[in-house]
């Protein structure tokens, strides 16, 4: 079975830029999230889909990141405009069901570099 | 507001000893715990998932314990090897199945 998939796996960028990040979950996988690690961190949630519908946005700043969720399926993350504080990796992850039950598989993230 | 705490940030030990790595959380209506591997540059993989009504999970040399009174979890490594270095990440499931990470720690098993 595929695992989650991510792009680009590296981004350097300038302040005030733009930058978009791509996420197809595993098959199947109902419910997908995106993290930010920053640098000695813990990953922590900016966004939750349960199929494309958002169950939990409230970490995001939604002044300049922004997330949808095509058709229940991939997914993209934006940032507009990029602020050196969002330099991190940004992890997506998926799992099967719509519960707190089920584990999450994470893919290889995107590290995002701020100048 | 849920809080998860690793103890210890670092940990440096000889190839074959066994280790244990600690996990803490502040509020016990956890749904479940997983643990998690980092390698440097690399996403997370799973290793253990822990539900709430479960005290322990095993796979190979590794065995995860939850005890949801004490708000603690364990994970333990037999006979460690250089190959297990890596950062080692805690996190408990809300309702929603949102994962709050605690901050991980960094293991380094000496050839």
């Known amino acids: 079975e595929a695992g989650v998939a991510q792009s680009p796996r590296y981004k350097i960028i300038e302040k005030r830029q733009s930058v978009a990040f791509w996420c197809n979950p595993i098959s199947g996988h109902a419910t997908l999230y995106w993290y930010q690690q920053i640098l000695g961190q813990g990953p922590k949630l900016l966004i939750q889909f349960q199929n494309n519908g958002v169950v939990d946005d409230s970490q995001l700043p939604k002044d300049r990141f922004s997330a949808e969720r095509l058709k229940g399926v991939d997914s993209t993350l934006k940032i507009q405009p990029a602020k050196l504080e969002d330099s991190a990796v940004y992890l997506c992850?998926?799992?099967?069901?719509?519960?707190?039950?089920?584990?999450?598989?994470f893919g290889p993230g995107t590290r995002l570099t701020v100048l | 507001k849920q809080e998860v705490t690793q103890i210890p940030a670092a940990l440096s030990v000889p190839e074959g000893e066994n280790l244990v790595l600690n996990c803490s959380f502040t509020?016990?209506?956890?749904?479940?715990l997983q643990w998690f591997r980092q390698d440097p540059g690399k996403g997370l993989t799973s290793l253990l998932l822990?539900?709430?009504?479960?005290r322990e999970q095993t796979s190979g040399r590794l065995n995860a314990s939850l005890d949801k009174s004490s708000g603690r979890s364990t994970l333990y490594i037999a006979a460690s090897q250089p190959g297990d270095s890596a950062t080692y990440l805690c996190?408990?499931?809300?309702?929603?199945?949102?994962?709050?990470f605690g901050q991980g720690t960094t293991l380094q098993v000496k050839p």
């Open positions: 509020d016990s209506a956890i749904y479940n």
């Open positions: 996190a408990v499931s809300s309702n929603t199945g949102k994962l709050i």
């Open positions: 992850a998926s799992s099967f069901g719509t519960t707190s039950y089920n584990e999450q598989f």
């Open positions: 822990i539900q709430s009504s479960q």
